[in-house]
T-cell receptor
Framework: ETGVTQTPRHLVMGMTNKKSLKCEQHLGHNAMYWYKQSAKKPLELMFV???????ENNSVPSRFSPECPNSSHLFLHLHTLQPEDSALYLC?????????????FGNGTRLTVT | QKEVEQNSGPLSVPEGAIASLNCTYS??????FFWYRQYSGKSPELIMSIYSNGDKEDGRFTAQLNKASQYVSLLIRDSQPSDSATYLCAVTTGANSKLTFGKGITLSVRP
């Protein structure tokens, strides 16, 4: 039990599909993140939310659309993805977004785009 | 220059040995440093955090930080096969204190 729950664990989607990834944290943290992890590459920060407000968007293509309705929930809406978007998508939370407190990761969603 | 660099791996050590994992970073103003362990097919989990120069010990793990030389290392004493995993170094960088990860190094502990 990591305290950060992601669903689904695995997702296969075609390039014309629309799907959403869900993340929920039970740790009382104020910041939530989306990271992308591809083989042989460092973890890439996609989005940061602090108290439901987006504080960072790392030049992510618009086919990825985040949503943070409250401090415990985070979504990543996906549409018209490309095969190179296939990766492990990790949600994380931390006490604050200032970089001093460690991240707690969810188990990730393994996404395959066909 | 990459912001956070880790030794190219993989690293293989015999059971019972000390494994030494190194990480260098480019932002002299970095304040927070973390080591994460990631088993194959799993998500990263925090092993150690360190914020000031010197050593910090937790069980078989010791993190060492040297801000003047801009490196942070992780020592694993009495390595066990269960320590076999990828270890990620993460450092807060930049004016907005973004957490930047290294590529990770894969450790294999031989029984």
């Amino acid at each position: 039990e990591t305290g950060v729950t992601q669903t689904p664990r695995h997702l296969v989607m075609g390039m014309t599909n629309k799907k959403s990834l869900k993340c929920e944290q039970h740790l009382g943290h104020n910041a939530m993140y989306w990271y992308k992890q591809s083989a042989k590459k460092p973890l890439e920060l996609m989005f940061v939310y602090s108290l439901e407000e987006r504080v960072e968007n790392n030049s992510v293509p618009s086919r990825f659309s985040p949503e943070c309705p409250n401090s415990s929930h985070l979504f990543l809406h996906l549409h018209t993805l490309q095969p190179e978007d296939s990766a492990l998508y990790l949600c994380a939370s931390s006490q604050d977004s200032q970089g001093h407190s460690p991240l707690h990761f969810g188990n990730g969603t393994r996404l395959t785009v066909t | 220059q990459k912001e956070v660099e880790q030794n190219s791996g993989p690293l293989s050590v015999p059971e019972g040995a000390i494994a030494s994992l190194n990480c260098t970073y480019s932002d002299r103003g970095s304040q927070s440093f973390f080591w994460y362990r990631q088993y194959s097919g799993k998500s990263p989990e925090l092993i150690m955090s360190i914020y000031s120069n010197g050593d910090k010990e937790d069980g078989r793990f010791t993190a060492q930080l040297n801000k003047a030389s801009q490196y942070v290392s992780l020592l694993i004493r009495d390595s066990q096969p269960s320590d076999s995993a990828t270890y990620l170094c993460a450092v807060t960088t930049g004016a907005n204190s973004k957490l930047t990860f290294g590529k990770g190094i894969t450790l294999s502990v031989r029984p």
